[in-house]
C-alpha cells in the first residue's frame, strides 16, 4: 500500500484496518500526532487529509486512497513556521503540549475555509479538541490572532 | 512585584567538578559519592557531585532535575540558573540530568508539617526546615506539591552565581585583571577593554581551580529575565509537534507490549485463553504479569488488538463492588470516634455552642476522579544481565529506579531512568505501576527494548484516584454573624496508601491530607472546628492536583457561604470581616474591586458567587459569574486573584492559574469515577468530559505580591474553583447543590 504524507510517498505493508494514526507513529515514526482516546473525543490526533482535519485514530489506512495526509509536522517547523503556529508561541499556548498538535491542525483547516472567523465558530470548530491542562482561553486568543496575520498578508 | 528582599550570604554545598572538556557545578554529597552516567567523563575521584551546570565543548547546559508534565518547570529551572549564570536560557542546552539522591526536594515535605501556612512562628518555621532532613534521607527527588519555585529560588540561583563567579576567577587568573573588575554577559566573561572570553573556553581553567562559593544573589531590581514576561523555552517544539514525549521515544529494536489488568484494582488473573490472540499478525508473545496479561508484538495498535482479543476470568477487586458501599464505608467514618484521625482546629467552644437553639445541618460529597492526563502511561524499559535502562515520564525518578532495582536484582547504580517530558500529570506519574509492568515485561524479553502503552481505557481504569470524600457540616448564626462552624471530613488516607506503595512501609500517625484546604483556613469564628475521619483505603488512591485541598476547598467554602447567607450577610464583606490573615484579606478585597462586586445578585437569572482556599501557602479568591439560562448554566466570567510573593513569570502564572481553575470547574461540572462490580465505569473521555471551549469562561487574573514567602501556583488555582461555581448557581437559581459532580443535578450549557 502506498500513502502520502507531508508530500512523501511511503510504502507500508499493513492491514487496510489499521488507524493512519498507527501508521503515522509507529510505522513512519511520525509522532506529532498524538494518541489520547482512540474513540474521536479528544482530537490530539488530528491530521489534514485532502486539506481538512479528521481524527486519524478513526481513519483506516485502507479508505486514504490517494489522499494526501499532513500531519503538524508537514505544517511548519520550528524554523519555518506557519502562520497558526506563530500565533500559538506569540500567545505561549502550550502548557503540557500534548493536544496542541491537534488544536493546531483544527485551527489551520478552520481559518483555510473560513479566514475570519466569528466567536460561535471558533468554539463550534474547536469544541472537539480536549485540552486537560485548561489552555482554552489562549487557544481562543491564538484562533484569533492567527485570524489577524491572515488578513494582514 | 513584591518588596525588595535582602538575601542573606549564605554559602551552600555547591561545588564543581572536572570533566572532559569542561566543568560541571553542582551540590557536593562528600561523604557519600554516587555514579551519575551523565557524568561517566569524570576524572577518578570527582564524582561526588549533582550537577545544576555543565560547561564543555558543546557548550553549556542547564541541569533541570524537577519535572515539566505541563506547568513549565524545565524552563523556570533553567530561567532560575540562567539569571545568575548571565545566558540566555533559550541558547543553553537543557537536561533533566540523571535521577540523583542530592536532587531531593525539601519543600515538598514542609506540607505535611501540622501548622497552617500562614503561622510563621520559630516554632512552625523550624518544623518546617526540619522536614528537609527525612526528604534528604529519603532522597526524595519528587516533582509535585507546587514546590518546584520554593525549593528551587535560592538553590539554582546560587548554583548559576557559584558557576558565574568562578568562571569570572578563571578569567582573572588568566588576564592577570582582579574578578571584581570582570563582568559576564550572554555567556561571555567580559574585560573592561571589552575582550570577551567565552564560558565554554574558559571551562577547564574554571575545573582546575577552586570554587567561589561566597557568592550573593542579585537583588530583584538587577534581575534581567526573572519578573519580567517570560517565554516558555518548551513552546516551539510544542508547537510544531517536535516535542518527543515519553510516548515518542523510540529505542533501537524495540518491541510494543499492551497490558490487560484486572480492573477489580489488586487482584489476580484467575485464568485466560490467548488462542486467538497468539495467532493474530504481529503478535510475538503472550506474557501473564501480576494480574493480568502482556501480549508483545510489533506494533502498538496490533499488541492492543491481540490483548483484546484475549478471554480473561478475573477475581473480585479487594473492596466494596459499587459506588454506594464505598461511601457508605465513607460515611459510616465521619463522627465516628473510631475513626478519628485528627483535629488540628478547634477553637472556642463548638460543642457548647451547638448544644441547642437553631443550628444548619448539611452533608457535602465529593466524588472519586480518575487523573486522566492526555498522555496515557508509558515506559520503555530494556533489561540485560548488568543493567535496566528506563525511559519514562515520572515525577518520582528515584523511586522508579529503587523498584526497579528490587525487581530486576540489579545494582541501583545499574537502573537508568530516563525522565522525559509529560503530557499532563495532574498527579499521575506519581504512581509507577506501568512502568514496573514494563520492568516485568522487558525482564522476560532480556536484551530487548520494550515499549509499553496504555490505552486509555487501561489508563482510567487502572489510576490511583483522588479520593472521594464525605463532608458533615454544621452552625450556627447569631445576630447576623457566624457563632459556630463545624466541619468533620470522612474519606480514606491518601498518603499512608501513596507511601505504602513508594516504600513498602506503613506511615503511622494522622494523614493530614484528609482536612488540608478547611482547618488550615484563617478565619475569625468564635466557635470553628475541623476534624478529620479516615476511612479505610478501598479502591486504591493517590494525590491528584491540589491533593486534600481539592476536596477540602469545595466542603470548607460551601459550608462557610451558606451560614453567610443564613446571617443574611454579603458573602464577600462576610469573608473579609472573617479573615484574621492580612495576605489573604487583601487577596479577597482585591477579588471584589476587579469583579465589581456589588452583591451576589447580578441580574434575574444571573449570579455571582465568590471562594476562597489558603492551600500550598497560597491564599487565592474567586469570584464567578453565571447565568441561568433556559438549557443551563452558563459559566461567564471568572475573576481570581492569588498571592505567591515575587512573581517570576507572569505569563506563565496567569496560565497556571486559569489552568487550575478550569482544571476544579470541568470536574466540578461532570467529572466522576464510579464503580460497579469493582470496575471503573468511566473508561474514557466520553464518559469523563471536562471542559470544552465553548464551555469555557472570561478570565481576569491579577497576582499580588504581599506575601513573604515565594511560593509555586500549578495547584492553588482548584480548590476554591469548585465551590466559586457552586456559590454562583446559588445565587442564580437559588438551588444550593452540596455534591459534585454539579451535572447530576443541574446541566450545563
Redo the contacts between chains.
Sequence with gaps: MEITVNDTSYTIDV?PE??LL?VL???L?I?????????A??G?CTVHVNGYALRSCQLAVGDLGDSKVK???G????DS?HFV?QA??EN??????????GQ?MQAASLLSTNPNPSDDQ???A???????????????TAVKAAAKKLQEV | MGRLRTITRRTFLIGSATIAGGVVFGTYLAKRPIKNPLLSDLQEGEGAITPYVKIDANGVTLITPRAD????AYSMQAQLIAEELDIDPAIANLSPGMPGPAYYNGVVMEESVPFPAYDKSAMAENVRKFMHVPAKLLAMQITGGSSTVPDGFVKLRMAGAIARETLKEAAALQSGITRDQLKTEDGFVVMPDGTRLSYTELASDAASIEPVTEVELRSQSEWKYLGKPM??I????????????G??V?VKGMV?AAVRANPGLGAKMESFDASIAESM?GVQKVLPVENGIAVIAD???RAWRAVDAIDIKWAAGPYPAGTQEIFAEIEKAVNSEEHRDHRQRDDGDVTTALEEGDNFEAVYKVPYLAH?????MNAIVKVTDDQCEIWTGTQIPLFVRDHAAEMTGLDKDMVFVYVQ??????GHKLEDTHVLQAVEIAKAMKGTAVKL?W??EEDMTHDYLRPGAVAKGRGKVVDGKVEAFDLSVGQSGLMADWFGRLMGMNIPGPDATITTGSWDQRFAIPNYRVTGYRAPVMVPISSWRSVGASGNGFFHDSLLDELIHKADADPLAERIRLCLDDTSRKVLEKVGEISGWNGSFISENRGRGVAFCLSFGVPTAIVTEVTHTDVGIKIDRVFVVVDVGDVLDP??LE??V??????GM?HAMNCETTFENHTAQQD???AFE?????Q?P??EIVALSNAEKIRGIGEPGVPPSAPSLGNAIFAATGRRIRELPFNKQIDFV
Excluded at chain 1, 75 to 78: D, E, I, S, Y
Excluded at chain 2, 234 to 245: F, L, N, S
Design positions: 492491514e489499521m488507524p498507527w507513529r509507529d510505522e515514526g509522532t506529532g500526532p498524538k494518541y489520547g482516546c482512540g474513540i473525543q479528544c490530539a500531519t503538524i509536522e505544517l511548519g517547523a520550528p513556521l503556529q500559538w508561541i505561549q499556548v502550550a502548557q503540557c503540549g500534548y493536544c496542541q498538535s493546531i471558533i468554539d463550534a474547536m469544541s472537539g479538541n480536549l485540552c486537560r491542562c485548561g489552555t482554552y482561553p489562549r487557544i481562543r | 508534565k505541563g506547568q513549565g517565554q516558555r518548551d513552546m516551539p517544539a510544542k508547537c510544531t509537534g517536535t516535542e518527543k514525549y510516548i515518542d523510540s510494543h499478525r506494533n502498538t495498535w486522566a492526563p492526555m498522555e496515557p517530558p509529560m503530557g499532563g500529570s495532574f502503552v490505552s486509555r505569563i506563565n496560565a497556571q486559569f489552568g487550575g481553575v478550569i482544571f470541568a474514557n473521555y466520553h471536562g471542559m470544552r471551549l465553548y469555557v472570561e478570565f
